[in-house]
C-alpha cells in the first residue's frame, strides 16, 4: 500500500482547493474519472490520441508477451540490470516505460530490489501485480508532475511508441534535471545480426547425426543467411515493416539520432557481444538544463 501511495503522490491531479493539497489520496477520489485503482494498478482513463493501427499491434501483442517462451533467455535482462546499477541509488525513483504484463518485478530489476519502482504500461490488461503500475498510460502523454523522476527506463519498449519524439520531451518533462534514460534495444543493422548468428546449434544442438547433417548443409545455411541479410537490408532501406508489432525498426544510428535529437547526451553505450542488444544511457544536456 505504501508503494502505491507513493505514486499517487507523483500523479498530475485537479487543483481542488488548498484543503484537499495534504491528502494525495482523497484527491486520487475525486479525479476518479482519469484515474482509478485495482490493487497496484491505477487505470488511466481516457483514450491516448494516437492512431488506430498503434491500438491494434498493442492488442495484437498481447498473447505474445503472455506465451511461455517470450523472455526465456535472462542472460540480456540481468545484464541489463547491471547496466542500470550503475550510478543507481537505493532512493531513486524509477518509471518503467512499457513494464509489460508480468506479475512480479521485471527481471532487469529484481537484484537492485528498488524502493521506488513505478511500471507504465499502455496494454490495458489488468494483473495482479506486486508493484505499482500506471495501466493504460503512454509515453506520449506521462500523467506525473513535472521534474518527479529520477530514472526512465525503456526496456525493449522505445521501438513501440509510435510518436517517439513526444514521448522523449515527455520524459525529459518528468525527469528530474540530474535524472537519466536507461534503454535497452534491439538493433536491426545487417552487421549485428551477422555478429549475433552463433554456431552453437551445429556443434551442440541436438544427436550427432542431426550435427552432421547439419554441419554438411552448412553451405546451403550460409547461403540462406546471406539472402536474409540482403531482403532485410533492402526492407530497412525502402522503411518497409518487418513484422507486426513493432512501429520502428532500430539502427545504431537511427536511435542515436532519435535521442540526441532532442538535446539529450548520450553517457554510455554497450553492445551486447552475440547479440543484437544495444544499452544507452543519456542524460538532460547544457541546453535542457538551461530550458527547465
Not at 484537499?20 to 484515474?35: F, I, T, V
Not at 491500438?55 to 540480456?76: L, T
Not at 532532442?262 to 544499452?279: E, N
Request: with cysteine; hydrophobic share 40%; proline share 4%.
Amino acid at each position: 500500500m505504501a508503494k502505491i501511495v507513493n505514486l499517487v503522490k507523483l500523479l498530475k491531479l485537479k487543483d481542488l482547493g488548498e484543503s484537499d493539497k495534504s491528502d494525495e489520496c482523497k484527491r486520487l477520489a475525486n479525479n476518479s474519472a482519469d484515474y482509478q485503482v485495482h490493487g497496484n494498478n491505477i487505470i488511466i482513463g481516457g483514450e491516448a490520441d494516437l492512431s488506430l493501427e498503434w491500438q491494434e499491434r498493442q492488442d495484437a501483442s498481447i498473447e505474445r508477451y503472455e506465451a511461455a517462451s517470450y523472455n526465456q533467455n535472462e542472460a540480456i535482462p540481468r545484464l541489463f540490470g547491471c547496466f542500470i546499477a550503475i550510478g543507481h541509488q537505493d532512493e531513486d525513483i524509477i518509471l518503467d516505460i512499457g513494464c509489460g504484463v508480468e506479475p512480479r518485478v521485471p527481471l532487469y530489476m529484481r537484484d537492485l530490489d528498488p524502493k521506488n519502482f513505478f511500471g507504465l504500461e499502455p496494454l490495458k490488461k489488468l494483473v495482479a501485480r506486486d508493484f505499482p503500475c500506471l495501466v493504460g498510460a503512454v509515453a506520449e502523454e506521462i500523467p506525473l508532475k513535472d521534474a518527479t523522476v529520477d530514472s526512465l527506463l525503456l526496456a525493449t519498449s522505445m521501438d513501440h511508441i509510435e510518436k517517439i519524439d513526444i514521448a522523449l520531451k515527455e520524459m525529459l518533462r518528468v525527469l528530474k534535471p540530474d535524472g537519466r534514460i536507461l534503454v535497452w534495444t534491439g538493433l536491426y543493422d545487417v552487421e549485428f545480426l551477422a555478429h549475433a548468428k552463433s554456431f552453437y546449434p551445429i556443434v551442440f544442438g541436438g544427436s550427432l547425426a542431426r550435427r552432421v547433417v547439419r554441419s554438411l548443409l552448412l553451405p546451403l545455411e550460409f547461403t540462406l543467411f546471406l539472402c536474409r541479410l540482403a531482403e532485410r537490408k533492402r526492407r530497412m532501406a525502402l522503411g518497409i515493416a518487418l513484422d507486426d508489432v513493432h512501429f520502428r525498426y532500430y539502427s545504431r544510428q537511427r536511435i542515436t539520432a532519435d535521442i540526441e535529437a532532442c538535446s539529450l547526451k548520450i553517457t554510455r553505450t554497450i553492445v551486447v557481444p552475440g547479440s543484437t542488444s544495444m544499452f544507452i544511457e543519456a542524460q538532460k544536456s547544457s541546453e535542457q538544463y538551461k530550458q527547465n
